[in-house]
């Protein structure tokens, strides 16, 4: 895989089913970089695999879709050139869509109603004058904004007081047909600076549900609860007991209970977060105590699906476990889950109607594809990683278990280039810390190990995937038993005669970007490094991180002593060892200063350095950021390791040929 191959990746999105449970319908999503946008459409398939995926859409960026109960509707997010999504409205009986909405920062995920006639959603309402809400005032001529909360702004989105989501409700138009006949004026529900999501319907329409945090505390911790309000905005009550993060909610079958996806206990103060893993919660419909379905301590929801899915008294969940995301059947009225989906797989999305379950599946040689379960067994549906999975230029990825000093197990993988080697080595470190590495493709380790470097990764203790006890054991000791476990995996990986320990380099983001920090200051074994949208100083980052005001202390502490022999930057003197620095200017999770400062320590040092900057681009630029940025990105990384650390292939040359098309410039950036 090259770095121009994004182009071919096809990721499909959460699948929905019609209530006959005959046809899945799902967003496919592609990286367009002439256009230097992203693009995806809708994809209709029969459930039964009678016939191959149909595109039934060519809009823009058409995703999340849903069937109204009746089936006669598909609903969409659409958003046009240069526009913002809005809800569309299909027949599936054919004819064209329709777009119902025109909200000024867009609209959200589309939720029938059960007469199939209104439709819920969410959708930030601006503060005039603000967002273009003016014409001819721009952000520059904005009023200054004074801020009185810890909680204003978020990575990807930016400000959020002046511009909070609310929950809104839309009756479809009378006539469809007729295009020329005006709108229906949404009702908008809500009203605050909270933000409100994950909205649901009752069963019989007289209810919805949602999430939002307007309790006492809401700005000072990390607690959400579910909400419940009539479809005219009025009755709005509160239904849990502000003790547990919510999400999710979807209501039983009767109406009488909600099943929520939740964190059950954040503790006294609401705060601690630290591995604790969310699972499926029952709830009465007038208010009580979490029930958990599933044990927090073993289990951690791991799937992207928007809602909490329940299909014949059940619900249906990826949870985490040893870098898989299995699909378990959990009863709702209690008794032990059952196992649909387990093995080396990632469950992504999850739909189900008459019987049906739809999934998106994905592993190390794909970005994913649909499969329906029924009591005719499993089926696979569709083939969208053809062109880049058909091609033979995927790497499979070799499981493997390793010992730590104390005896603890350590498990990972390694990914090796076709041929004996050895290889040069890349020691890659995931962000987090509590998430994990697993099977699904990652196109930064196929680019990397088809430019001929074996990648070693694996999820130490404080990842995910493991239970609860693993994730918690790094609580205020970052830098100890997580560094061991890393090394360790990699001192038995190199036992490999196909991997060359005399070449080693590493590289991480955000939380792996500060323990590639702090093991490039213990020891001088790496070749090179590169740390990318690093967390590299609790202090700063504690005034300057959109969750700086939490995240810092329940994760290092807030002792000065303990949080300085923490810190990947107070023990950045000791690096030598050359290093690249990537950023993103506009990251909220790890604001650049985080990254800056590294840099400049280094140069001042004479220690070879580069800074990396991304304008416009977030947190997460490796994974959503602009096509052409992630194109330069990957060239960039190639070309410092062609430099720091070559292959067979390219010592000598610096890798110009391979590494350096023109996207990446003829120097470096600074």
């Known amino acids: 895989m090259r770095p121009s191959d994004l182009a071919l990746l096809r990721t499909p999105g959460v699948p929905a089913v019609s209530p006959d449970g005959r046809i899945v319908v799902v967003a496919v999503e592609w990286p367009d970089l002439e256009a230097?946008?992203?693009?995806?459409?809708?994809?209709?398939?029969?459930?039964?695999?009678?016939?191959?995926?149909?595109?039934?859409?060519?809009?823009?960026?058409?995703?999340?879709?849903?069937?109204?109960p009746d089936g006669r509707w598909l609903a969409y997010l659409g958003t046009e050139p240069g526009g913002r999504p809005q809800i569309r409205v299909l027949p599936t009986s054919g004819g064209a869509s329709r777009r119902l909405t025109a909200h000024h920062l867009g609209a959200g995920t589309p939720v029938w109603a059960p007469d199939s006639r209104r439709l819920a959603y969410v959708a930030r309402v601006p503060e005039h004058g603000r967002y273009g809400t003016v014409a001819g005032v721009d952000a520059a001529a904005e009023p200054p904004r004074l801020i009185t909360t810890l909680r204003y702004r978020l990575d990807g989105v930016g400000f959020v007081r002046d511009r909070p989501s609310q929950v809104f409700v839309l009756d479809l138009p009378a006539d469809f047909a007729d295009d020329t006949a005006p709108m229906p004026e949404p009702v908008q529900l809500t009203t605050g600076t909270a933000d409100c999501a994950d909205v649901t319907w009752r069963p019989d329409g007289a209810e919805l549900a949602f999430v939002s945090a307007t309790h006492e505390r809401a700005d000072r911790d990390l607690v959400r609860d579910v909400h419940v309000v009539r479809p005219d905005g009025s009755g709005l009550r509160r239904v849990t007991d502000s003790r547990a993060g919510c999400a999710m909610p979807a209501y039983t079958a009767d109406g009488a209970s909600l099943v929520v996806t939740a964190v059950p206990d954040l503790g006294p103060e609401g705060l601690d977060c630290v591995a604790r893993q969310a699972v499926p919660c029952r709830v009465p419909g007038d208010g009580g105590p979490l029930v958990p379905l599933l044990d927090p301590e073993q289990h951690h929801r791991g799937d992207l699906a928007p809602a909490t899915v329940l299909a014949d008294g059940a619900v249906l969940v990826g949870v985490e476990r040893r870098g898989?995301?299995?699909?378990?059947?959990?009863?709702?009225?209690?008794?032990?889950?059952?196992?649909?989906?387990?093995?080396?797989?990632?469950?992504?999305?999850?739909?189900?109607?008459?019987?049906?379950?739809?999934?998106?599946?994905?592993?190390?040689?794909?970005?994913?594809?649909?499969?329906?379960?029924?009591?005719?067994?499993?089926?696979?549906?569709?083939?969208?990683?053809?062109?880049?999975?058909?091609?033979?230029?995927?790497?499979?990825?070799?499981?493997?278990?390793?010992?730590?000093?104390?005896?603890?197990?350590?498990?990972?993988?390694v990914t090796m280039p076709p041929g004996p080697g050895p290889h040069p080595v890349l020691l890659r470190v995931h962000g987090g810390p509590f998430h994990q590495d697993g099977w699904t493709l990652l196109d930064e380790t196929q680019v990397l190990v088809s430019a001929g470097y074996a990648v070693v990764q694996c999820n130490p203790r404080g990842s995910s995937g493991y239970g609860a006890a693993h994730g918690r054991a790094i609580r205020q000791a970052w830098g100890g038993l997580d560094a061991d476990d890393v090394l360790a995996f990699l001192d038995a990986a190199l036992t490999d005669p196909a991997l060359d320990?005399?070449?080693?380099?590493?590289?991480?983001?955000?939380?792996?970007?500060?323990?590639?920090?702090?093991?490039?200051?213990?020891?001088?074994?790496?070749?090179?490094?590169?740390?990318?949208?690093?967390?590299?100083?609790?202090?700063?980052?504690?005034?300057?991180?959109?969750?700086?005001?939490?995240?810092?202390?329940?994760?290092?502490?807030?002792?000065p002593d303990r949080l300085a022999a923490q810190s990947a930057l107070a023990h950045a003197g000791a690096i030598t060892t050359p290093t690249l620095v990537v950023h993103s200017e506009e990251d909220c999770r790890t604001p650049l200063e985080q990254g800056q400062r590294l840099y400049v320590d280094l140069l001042r040092r004479g220690v070879p350095t580069e800074l990396l900057l991304f304008p416009g681009e977030g947190h997460d630029l490796s994974r959503t950021g602009r096509p052409r940025h992630r194109l330069a990105r990957f060239e960039h990384v190639l070309r410092w390791w062609a430099r720091w650390l070559p292959t067979t292939g390219n010592a000598g040359s610096g890798g110009a040929d391979r590494a350096v098309p023109s996207s990446a410039g003829a120097s470096p950036a600074g």
Request: include cysteine; aromatic fraction near 8%; hydrophobic fraction near 40%.
């Open 324 to 413: 898989s995301v299995d699909l378990l059947r959990v009863p709702v009225d209690g008794g032990p889950p059952e196992a649909l989906i387990e093995g080396p797989f990632t469950v992504r999305g999850i739909a189900a109607a008459a019987g049906v379950v739809v999934v998106t599946v994905s592993h190390d040689r794909s970005t994913g594809e649909l499969m329906a379960i029924s009591d005719g067994g499993r089926r696979l549906l569709t083939a969208f990683g053809r062109a880049l999975g058909g091609s033979g230029r995927l790497h499979g990825m070799g499981e493997r278990t390793a010992t730590a000093p104390d005896g603890y197990p350590v498990h990972g993988w």
């Open 501 to 559: 320990g005399s070449r080693v380099g590493i590289m991480g983001g955000s939380y792996g970007g500060y323990l590639a920090t702090l093991l490039l200051g213990r020891t001088g074994r790496f070749a090179a490094g590169v740390v990318e949208r690093a967390f590299t100083d609790p202090v700063s980052f504690a005034g300057s991180a959109d969750i700086g005001w939490c995240f810092p202390d329940q994760h290092l502490g807030t002792d």
């Open 36 to 68: 230097d946008e992203y693009r995806s459409q809708l994809w209709a398939v029969p459930t039964d695999g009678s016939a191959p995926a149909r595109p039934l859409t060519s809009g823009q960026r058409d995703a999340d879709p849903a069937f109204s």
